[in-house]
């Protein structure tokens, strides 16, 4: 069992950067592929960026390539994800997720709210 609580979400505006963690707990993190996903209103969740057990691999949308960085510490438990030159249309809830592929997620967080303001 894994649990996954996110922070760092917060109001920002059009450029900005910000830098969201999730906490994982249980000793098995490193084991674990870990995701980021977010929701905007009245949309689908819809994927972001995940990194593998060993954070040697990294995946991310096209639509967030080359802006946002997904980052690990199995030392902390955590994973990151670095938002730069964020956008209005990057505003949704993000969650994080652990699961034993970057393509099949197991445990999921509650998510933070980003919001980028025009």
């Known amino acids: 069992q894994v649990q996954l609580v996110e922070s760092g979400g917060r109001l920002v505006q059009t450029g900005g950067s910000l830098r969201l963690s999730c906490a994982a707990s249980?000793?098995?993190?490193?084991?674990?592929?870990m995701g980021w996903f977010r929701q905007a209103p009245g949309k689908a969740r819809e994927f972001v960026a995940a990194?593998?057990?060993?954070?040697?691999?990294?995946y991310y949308a096209d639509s967030v390539k080359g802006r946002f960085t997904i980052s690990r510490d199995n030392a902390k438990n955590t994973v990151y994800l670095q938002m730069n030159s964020l956008k209005p249309e990057d505003t949704a809830v993000y969650y994080c997720?652990?699961?034993?592929?970057?393509?099949?997620?197991?445990?999921w967080g509650q998510g933070t709210q980003v919001t980028v303001s025009s």
């Open positions: 997720a652990a699961g034993k592929s970057t393509y099949l997620y197991d445990y």
């Open positions: 249980g000793r098995t993190f490193s084991s674990y592929a």
């Open positions: 990194i593998s057990w060993s954070g040697g691999s990294t």
